[in-house]
T-cell receptor, first 114, second 114 residues
């Protein structure tokens, strides 16, 4: 799986958009970009994933650059409850005999303040 | 709520003992993955079970073993516990189908080895 690089920490004001960047310059054509977050002492929570098109769901938006070497997770209106460690993960989707392990890095600690 | 439940939530063992951790998958999921998360680190992949067979393993010694049952629930067994085995153990269930494999995590079991 390709390696990802994320800033160690970011701050965001409550109600503002939080834009979390991720660099994955060695991504392969069949690798997806996944985002998870982990609130203190809980299990990681799936947020969103994508291959090359921008994606949006009820939690967030994922913007992937055209060359797929980087992406940005956008939380449109951050709240205090969005304070967490955010992990950007690149991996091949599981299928057949392959397996889909998630390789977590250090992630970005997002702190949302009032 | 992900529908993935782990038991027990906390456990204290002494060095050399054996431990069994349990995971109940989300309904309809056929794949279970186990991760170890040391304090201040991202989760590390231990192994994955698909349809009751081990389907991938991370860099963990053989004293880490697992089982997946016909109802797709799972156990993680660790023999000859070492102090460094103290960590949060996370179970994630997913449905491997058509190349899609989103993993949903439980809240974890906190293991302390004294």
């Amino acid at each position: 799986d390709a390696k990802t690089t994320q800033p160690p920490s970011m701050d965001c004001a409550e109600g503002r958009a939080a834009n979390l960047p991720c660099n994955h310059s060695t991504i392969s054509g069949n690798e997806y970009v996944y985002w998870y977050r982990q609130i203190h002492s809980q299990g990681p929570q799936y947020i969103i994933h994508g291959l090359k098109n921008n994606e949006t769901n009820e939690m967030a938006s994922l913007i992937i650059t055209e060359d797929r070497k980087s992406s940005t997770l956008i939380l449109p209106h951050a709240t205090l409850r969005d304070t967490a460690v955010y992990y950007c993960i690149v991996r091949v989707n599981a299928g057949g005999t392959s397996y889909g392990k998630l390789t977590f890095g250090q992630g970005t600690i997002l702190t949302v303040h009032p | 709520e992900t529908g993935v439940t782990q038991s027990p939530t906390h456990l204290i063992k002494t060095r050399g003992q054996q431990v069994t951790l349990r995971c109940s998958s989300q309904s309809g999921h056929n794949t279970v993955s186990w991760y170890q998360q040391a304090l201040g680190q991202g989760p590390q992949f231990i192994f994955q079970y698909y349809r009751e067979e081990e389907n991938g393993r991370g860099n963990f010694p053989p004293r880490f073993s697992g089982l997946q049952f016909p109802n797709y629930s799972s156990e993680l067994n660790v023999n000859a516990l070492e102090l460094d085995d103290s960590a949060l153990y996370l179970c994630a269930s997913s449905l491997t189908s058509g190349g899609k494999n989103i993993q949903y995590f439980g809240a974890g079991t906190r293991l302390s080895v004294l």
